[in-house]
């Protein structure tokens, strides 16, 4: 963990290169520092997914909406401002990374941050080793 689930109306694709604003947003996350100027996020663990909507509807429907939610899902116990900061990356790449929509279209954007008790959490990866620093 973290993840980063983009959900996203389909209208979307066409208009932006989605794999490139996935790697945007897991370089945003890769480079939030914590108040020790540590990175928050493991290199090995930080995964940024994007999905379409099968079926939408947004507002009232008299226009060609787009809509995309962002949300962070990260384990708990950082503090109010990591948290701040890793909205804030997410959604100022996100919004650089869509400025010309912004600028064309009807755009809306959610960005959330979850962070919670897990009730069951396995992690099973051979990616993790990859980033680990020798002892």
């Given at each position: 963990?973290p993840?980063?689930?983009?959900?996203?109306t389909?209208?979307?694709e066409?208009?932006?290169d989605?794999?490139a604003?996935?790697?945007?947003?897991?370089?945003a996350?890769?480079?939030v520092?914590?108040?020790?100027?540590?990175?928050?996020?493991?290199?090995?663990?930080?995964?940024?997914?994007?999905?379409?909507?099968a079926h939408?509807?947004?507002?009232d429907?008299?226009?060609d909406y787009?809509?995309?939610y962002l949300?962070?899902?990260?384990?708990?116990g950082?503090?109010?401002?990591?948290?701040?900061?890793?909205?804030?990356?997410?959604?100022?790449?996100?919004?650089?990374h869509l400025?010309?929509?912004?600028d064309s279209?009807h755009?809306?954007?959610t960005?959330?941050?979850?962070?919670?008790h897990e009730?069951f959490?396995?992690?099973?990866?051979?990616?993790?080793?990859?980033f680990?620093?020798p002892?």
């Amino acid at each position: 963990m973290p993840h980063l689930v983009m959900l996203y109306t389909r209208n979307l694709e066409p208009l932006t290169d989605l794999d490139a604003m996935c790697r945007t947003l897991c370089d945003a996350m890769l480079a939030v520092k914590d108040e020790n100027d540590r990175p928050v996020f493991p290199t090995g663990g930080t995964r940024v997914l994007a999905l379409p909507a099968a079926h939408h509807a947004v507002a009232d429907g008299t226009r060609d909406y787009l809509f995309v939610y962002l949300n962070v899902r990260m384990a708990k116990g950082r503090s109010d401002a990591v948290h701040k900061a890793v909205g804030d990356a997410v959604a100022t790449a996100a919004r650089a990374h869509l400025a010309p929509l912004y600028d064309s279209r009807h755009i809306g954007m959610t960005v959330q941050i979850d962070e919670g008790h897990e009730v069951f959490d396995a992690k099973l990866s051979t990616i993790h080793p990859l980033f680990a620093k020798p002892a």
